[in-house]
């Protein structure tokens, strides 16, 4: 059965940071690749950054660029989110999903196969 677990959530003041994980169980962690997700208050799920460890390539949404570092550790099956200078825009419940090897660049919600519960963040401004 394909888990995939996100924690980290949280309030923060703007400015501060935080890092998400997201453990994965149930399938080849490096044969697919992982990605975090958003959706603020009231809009559609939007993708944040995405990583594949096969063809070792990430992907950023221009916002996201230069603020978050999305990176993997094959040992433990967990692909983390860290993310600096957040801002009151950042708040959102964080998604991760999972597909089978594609390149980063697609990280899209409809790419999806498995995804994680949410995980809240919140920033104060």
């Known amino acids: 059965e394909v888990q995939l677990q996100a924690s980290g959530g949280g309030l923060v003041q703007a400015g501060g940071s935080l890092r998400l994980s997201c453990a994965a169980s149930?399938?080849?962690?490096?044969?697919?690749?992982l990605g975090w997700f958003r959706q603020p208050p009231g809009k559609d799920r939007e993708g944040v950054s995405c990583?594949?460890?096969?063809?070792?390539?990430?992907y950023y949404a221009d916002s996201m660029k230069g603020r978050f570092t999305i990176s993997s550790d094959t040992a433990k099956n967990t692909v983390y989110l860290q993310m600096f200078n957040l801002k009151p825009e950042d708040t959102a419940v964080y998604y991760c999903?999972?597909?089978?090897?594609?390149?980063?660049?697609?990280?899209?919600?409809?790419?999806?196969?498995?995804w994680g519960q949410g995980t809240l963040v919140t920033v104060s401004s």
């Open positions: 999903a999972a597909w089978y090897e594609s390149p980063a660049g697609t990280c899209r919600p409809v790419m999806a196969s498995y």
């Open positions: 149930g399938f080849t962690f490096a044969d697919f690749t």
């Open positions: 990583i594949s460890s096969s063809e070792g390539t990430t």
